[in-house]
């Protein structure tokens, strides 16, 4: 594996240190889910679960459309997994408030326990790098991901509010 540098120059990036930051994200989601990775395994689920059971609890009551602009999966895939999640008890469904065709996701207490587990060694690997790396490198790191996200979604991250799809509609 190459050696890392600092002190690249702030708007030159040859094409080696470019390859070299896809190399590192590789590497780090590979080790970033490989105990979630084996612990769902052990219980017979996989990644997508993964996503679903992390965004569900990250933002109880979101509906399935949400889920589904979050995601980027298929009405298809999150039937089925959003289905096994319910017949396992990991996530309840509940019709909206307003309008009682949509289905609002909340996780199960099984369901929070299960996204506590997964999430545990993430957040210790994230807390160790971020120490680490120190309160300069943290929010370059921040910077960094918040460039690689589309810039429609970046605000969902940011705790800003979403700006509007164009030619979406709206409702109220």
Not at 58 to 84: C, D, M
Request: glycine share 10%; no cysteine.
């Amino acid at each position: 594996m190459p050696e890392l540098r600092t002190g690249l120059h702030h708007l030159y990036l040859r094409d080696e240190d470019l390859r070299l930051g896809i190399e590192l994200l590789f590497y780090a989601y590979r080790d970033f889910t490989a105990e979630p990775d084996r612990m769902l395994d052990e219980i017979g689920l996989g990644r997508a679960h993964h996503r679903a059971i992390y965004f569900v609890g990250r933002y109880p009551g979101i509906n399935v459309g949400e889920l589904l602009a979050i995601l980027r999966i298929t009405k298809q895939s999150l039937s089925r997994v959003l289905g096994e999640l319910v017949r396992k008890g990991y996530i309840a469904q509940r019709p909206g408030t307003v309008d009682r065709r949509q289905r609002r996701l909340e996780l199960t207490e099984q369901g929070a326990a299960l996204e506590r587990k997964l999430s545990e060694n993430q957040r210790r690997r994230i807390a160790a790098a971020y120490r680490a790396a120190g309160p300069n490198a943290v929010e370059g790191f921040r910077r960094v991901m918040l460039g690689l996200i589309d810039e429609r979604d970046r605000g969902k991250v940011a705790g800003e509010p979403a700006k509007p799809q164009p030619g979406a509609a709206t409702r109220r």
